[in-house]
């Protein structure tokens, strides 16, 4: 958690999106993604400087573990046109 947790934090300060999805089959597991967003809130809270940073949400992708073949599918519709 904490080495992924880092690079999504990182993230987070560098773009500020308004979430973060996970997808793949860890995106099924509920633990995985509540964990994700402590460690990510711990990293803000260990650091006074950022108080005022608001973090994105976590969350699991809408289609969990089917989203990158559906996004592939999408993309190879995209090209055929």
Request: charged share 25%; proline share 2%; net charge negative.
């Amino acid at each position: 958690y904490e080495n992924l947790s880092v690079g999504i934090f990182n993230l987070i300060y560098s773009i500020d999106p308004e979430k973060v999805l996970i997808g793949g089959a860890i995106s099924e597991n509920k633990r995985v993604i509540k964990e994700l967003n402590e460690y990510v809130l711990n990293i803000k809270n260990a650091h006074r400087d950022m108080a005022n940073l608001e973090l994105a949400k976590i969350e699991p992708c809408k289609f969990n573990n089917d989203s990158g073949i559906i996004g592939a599918l999408y993309n190879f519709i995209s090209y055929q046109k």
